[in-house]
């Protein structure tokens, strides 16, 4: 009979003792992250385009084989060759060194377009999201109103306002897009709000202003991070589409889309000098398309694992 | 009594990340005909894991039954493939699982009145008119009012604890032989679940169908089970009869679960410590890190098996197993 | 604060002499419905409906009720998380009832929530030391990083944590020691009020134990803390508090010292939710009796008229549906709102 038995009549030896097991072993952030990042082999070449071409744009001076504004007229539409890579264009300058010094244009266009829409949407959108009731109607109205209004009308009225060049065109950009984050980041912040931490830093009579900075914002970084990779290939193509319409950068600046504008006119007989250009700006969009989409899934908490 | 379900030597891993997972190790157990079984643990026991397992509901990838047999009726569930036809007809036929949230289990876009008699069509085979009859007489023996009109309802128009009804009748459908109960009634408020589980146990008692009673709430086990296997760190740590367990459990866990459930006018007696992970684990017993009756042996030798130490009373402790000569 | 030390040093069983931390008065907390493009108020939830109690220093408030019947809403009004539709909160002395978000900040210091789940009341973003501090900074309770550091450390000691994971971001513990960080934030601005909303009810059975008695240590250490207790299982509920209020649709349906509930039970309510939960003694089991309640529980946008529990009553005369039974004094600091008692 199981009466016999019993654990009361066991001695507890005091030697072995209870002792409290520690947490989880630590879990290396950076090792996940990548891991789940390269795991579409597509997502590593995005990855391998845009580092290439960071390299290209801040190394570009030392890449290029000539000068990008050299004129030589004695060189105008050479086919490819050793000496130029890629030929020339209409006046004789080195299609591959202008393309290169393109990059630089380019990725400082996308840069600080996605900067200012970024700052200018997130701002709102962490009032509007923190903010009371009213606060959110109106912002969110306003933006549906922004956002009706078609963004090429808006950035060819910007870009004929403040002229041409960089400064003007990559408002009149970061303008047109602000409003996309607006909305991703009141949704988030609506989110992340419903988590109890903030009603903790609430009753713990932290002030609104840090609750936001400190703990709202920081939670809703992630995919704020991947619209803005995805961004800058947006606002590459946008930058294109300006001066491929004439707002863009002045002549002998190597701006890409103004070059696939101006090799539009030999398009017949001399392809390359449009599609040399556009095949860049193709690269640079689906390289910064793909590593958004590998830092989204690895972002993702589905993807966590036994982590979450 | 006679067997109706017997699990041998079941085993369920999951691949994670971080390693491989021994959700379910080495479990076996049985259930008699018309007999209420509870099986109780903390999350990641393995007691719901081990319920999937039997009715190949564990998903894969990641997780994987890598050993063991479940003969129901005599014969072994886990031969058949996992979307095979004779697993499709044991499952909600011969046996039906009720889980914690019924909103998973009912489909939010067809009426239940369609969702039942389909169960009834596909597995019985008779017609649609009949089926809406028998769907509706079984929606009114769980005690739903106006069963007839409620068939043309949504699932979103129940309350939670009507939701669970219907799963209740659903379950009881085909009449199958075994109905296991997965936290069927967590999720709900006390009064509810009260509710609940008196129309479960009448229910099970009056057409003899056996039920597997998975949960963490002692009180619910020492209610409505005959038996009981406890479960801790994906093994059976100690089984038998309910008041056999309570009078005198034979495993350090069980004895402090029973003492760590708040009392009226008495002291709480916590567990100390946290239950271990699953991946990589020393062969030696998993409560150890915790168990204050531990010996310098423990920490050499490994796990004991469950063992029996009369007809149905088994433990895995190797300090208890040892006291009684068995091992 | 006023009171003496002798006072507060005593053991709770005592508490009966000591100063009120917390006052509530006909509290009232109506949730307006809207709908449509111009949100109109089409009705309202009433979350809780004419609450009157109060927590003594260093005493225990259990608070008992199934979903739905305001106990979350009432600690959160407490805390001022909401504005109250009508009635009073005194708090220490105050008056918070109507005090501004920027007024009450100072005050807070002295309050403290902790929450139900434990993966979404830390900050995910913030290392588990961090969560803990964040009280200290924002009250400036230390002066320098040495001090802030060691009382981290401290807290960590005091709520059974090892010290050397402050560094480790919570996603790193488990259920169990993330509520124990939970509790430790709590604690680190010294609080006189600590509302525990359902603190146990994610864990499981054996982590529940350990909580329940870290609360109670922590009380027995410092005897002028007082926790209002919420949650909707009783056992626990009796185990740690000194005075039970039991909830039923936005109301306090009883509320009587933890031990008369149990043993003279009185609303008809508060004895089928005794009955309903299921005791861990199958001798005892086999021969109770339960009260099994029949229907569901109303929803609080529209409450029946009268005393709300008579739809599910199994005692309710033609009375019932008539007027609200007043909570009534039947002695012993017992109160219950029933017409047949």
Redesign the interface.
């Known amino acids: 009979m199981a009466k016999e038995y019993s654990l009361k009549n066991i001695k507890i030896d005091h030697e072995y003792d209870v002792h409290?097991e520690?947490?989880?072993p630590?879990?290396n952030e950076f090792k996940r992250f990548a891991k789940v990042f390269f795991r579409r082999p597509i997502v590593g070449v995005g990855f391998a385009i845009v580092v290439l071409l960071l390299i290209a744009g801040i190394f570009a001076d030392q890449i290029a084989p000539h000068d990008p504004y050299l004129i030589n007229l004695f060189n105008t539409f050479d086919a490819p060759s050793a000496r130029y890579p890629l030929g020339t264009d209409a006046i004789g300058r080195c299609l591959l060194s202008r393309i290169i010094h393109g990059t630089r244009l380019a990725l400082l266009t996308g840069v600080s377009t996605v900067f200012i829409s970024a700052t200018i949407g997130i701002t709102i959108g962490l009032v509007a999201g923190f903010g009371g009731?009213v606060a959110q109607e109106v912002v969110m109205r306003l933006t549906d109103a922004w956002i009706s209004i078609p963004a090429i009308i808006i950035m060819m009225l910007l870009g004929a306002v403040l002229g041409r060049g960089i400064g003007g065109m990559t408002i009149a950009i970061g303008v047109t897009m602000f409003p996309a984050y607006i909305r991703l980041v009141f949704g988030q912040v609506l989110t992340v709000k419903?988590?109890?931490?903030i009603?903790?830093?609430?009753?713990?009579?932290?002030?609104?202003v840090?609750i936001v900075l400190r703990?709202v914002l920081?939670?809703c970084l992630a995919p704020i991070i991947v619209v803005m990779t995805m961004m800058m290939g947006g606002a590459v193509m946008a930058e294109a589409g300006l001066s491929f319409i004439g707002l863009g950068m002045d002549p002998p600046t190597p701006a890409w889309g103004t070059m696939t504008n101006d090799g539009r006119q030999w398009l017949a007989s001399y392809p390359h000098l449009s599609l040399a250009p556009g095949a860049a700006i193709v690269l640079l969009v689906f390289g910064f398309n793909m590593v958004g989409d590998g830092i989204r899934d690895a972002l993702d908490p589905k993807m966590r694992g036994t982590?979450? | 009594m006679e067997k109706l379900l017997d699990v041998k030597g079941l085993s369920t891993e999951f691949r994670t990340e971080r390693g491989i997972v021994k959700a379910v190790n080495n479990v076996s157990y049985h259930v008699g005909k018309g007999e209420i079984l509870g099986i109780v643990g903390?999350?990641g026991s393995g007691k719901s894991v081990s319920q999937l397992s039997l009715m190949q509901l564990v998903p894969n990838p990641p997780g994987k039954v890598v050993a063991g047999t479940a003969a129901f009726d005599g014969v072994n569930l886990l031969k058949f493939g996992r979307k095979s036809r004779e697993m499709c007809a044991i499952r909600g036929r011969e046996v039906s699982m009720i889980f914690q949230e019924p909103m998973t289990s009912l489909n939010p876009a067809m009426n239940i009145g369609n969702q039942m008699s389909e169960v009834l069509m596909t597995h019985l085979g008779i017609e649609k008119a009949d089926a809406l009859e028998r769907s509706a007489d079984m929606l009114a023996q769980v005690g739903i009012a106006d069963s007839k009109k409620r068939l043309a309802d949504y699932p979103h128009q129940f309350?939670g604890?009507?939701r669970q009804r219907v799963m209740i009748a659903m379950a009881m459908l085909c009449t199958p032989k075994l109905i296991i109960a997965d936290e069927a009634t967590t999720a709900l408020?006390?009064?509810?679940?009260?509710?609940l589980?008196?129309l479960l146990y009448s229910i099970v008692s009056e057409h003899g169908v056996a039920l597997t009673m998975v949960t963490?709430?002692?009180?619910?086990?020492?209610?409505y089970a005959q038996r009981v296997n406890v479960m801790y760190a994906g093994r059976i740590v100690e089984t038998g009869m309910?008041?056999d367990i309570?009078a005198s459990p034979l495993h350090p866990y069980t004895e402090?679960?029973?003492s760590?459930?708040?009392?009226?006018?008495e002291k709480?007696?916590?567990?100390?410590g946290?239950?271990p992970t699953l991946i990589n684990r020393p062969p030696t017993c998993p409560f150890l890190a915790r168990c204050k009756y531990r010996q310098k042996s423990c920490f050499d030798d490994p796990a004991a098996e469950l063992t029996f130490v009369d007809d149905v009373h088994a433990t895995s402790c190797n300090v208890m197993l040892k006291e009684a000569g068995l091992l | 604060m006023s009171g003496n030390i002798e006072n507060l040093a005593a053991p709770a069983a005592t508490a009966a002499g000591k100063n009120n931390i917390v006052k509530v008065d006909n509290l009232k907390m109506h949730f307006p419905l809207r709908r449509g493009l111009l949100?109109r108020t089409i009705g309202y939830v009433k979350a809780v409906d004419d609450v009157s109690f109060h927590i003594r220093s260093g005493e225990t408030f259990g608070v008992v009720g199934?979903?739905g019947c305001g106990k979350t809403t009432l600690g959160?009004c407490l805390?001022r998380?909401y504005e109250p539709s009508s009635g009073t909160i005194n708090f220490n002395g105050i008056d918070i009832t109507n005090e501004s978000?920027k007024n009450?900040?100072?005050?807070?210091?002295d309050?403290?929530?902790i929450?139900q789940?434990p993966?979404?009341?830390?900050?995910?973003?913030?290392s588990s030391g961090s969560?803990v501090g964040?009280?200290l900074i924002?009250?400036k309770m230390t002066k320098g990083r040495a001090e802030y550091k060691e009382r981290v450390h401290e807290l960590f000691n005091i709520c059974?944590l090892?010290p050397d994971?402050t560094d480790?971001y919570p996603?790193?513990?488990?259920g169990?020691?993330r509520q124990r960080l939970?509790i430790a934030?709590a604690l680190a601005?010294d609080p006189l009020l600590i509302?525990c909303d359902e603190p146990i009810s994610a864990l499981?059975?054996?982590?529940?134990?350990?909580i329940?008695?870290l609360l109670q240590d922590l009380q027995a250490k410092n005897s002028k803390m007082s926790y209002l207790f919420i949650s909707?299982d009783?056992?626990?509920v009796?185990?740690i508090s000194h005075r039970i209020a039991v909830m039923y649709l936005g109301r306090i349906v009883e509320t009587a010292p933890s031990?008369e509930i149990?043993s003279k039970t009185l609303h008809p309510y508060t004895q089928?939710?005794l009955?309903?939960?299921?005791?861990?003694?199958?001798?005892a089991?086999e021969t109770r009796q339960?009260i099994?309640?029949e229907g569901?529980?109303p929803t609080p946008i529209n409450p029946p008229p009268g005393c709300s529990f008579h739809t599910?009553c199994p005692k309710a005369t033609s009375a019932c549906s008539e007027s609200i039974p007043p909570l009534r004094d039947v002695g012993g600091e017992h109160y219950v709102a029933c017409h047949l008692v």
């Open positions: 409290q520690l947490a989880l630590p879990v009731r419903q988590n109890d931490y009603m903790a830093s609430m009753a713990m009579g932290d002030s609104k840090r703990h920081p939670n982590l979450n | 903390e999350s309350s604890g009507m408020d006390a009064t509810i679940q009260a509710q589980l008196e963490h709430n002692l009180g619910v086990v020492a209610r309910v008041k309570w402090g679960l029973i760590c459930v708040p009392k009226l006018d709480l007696e916590a567990i100390p946290m239950p | 949100q199934e979903s959160r805390l998380m978000y009450l900040r100072p005050i807070r210091k309050m403290a929530i929450f789940d993966y979404s009341s830390l900050d995910p973003r913030m969560c964040e009280p924002i009250h059974g090892n994971m480790r996603h790193e513990f488990s169990g020691q939970s934030r601005g509302v499981d059975v054996s982590m529940q134990a350990q329940l008695n909707h009783l056992l626990a009796q185990f031990r149990f089928a939710l009955s309903a939960q299921p005791m861990p003694d199958p001798v089991e339960r099994i309640l569901d529980i599910r």
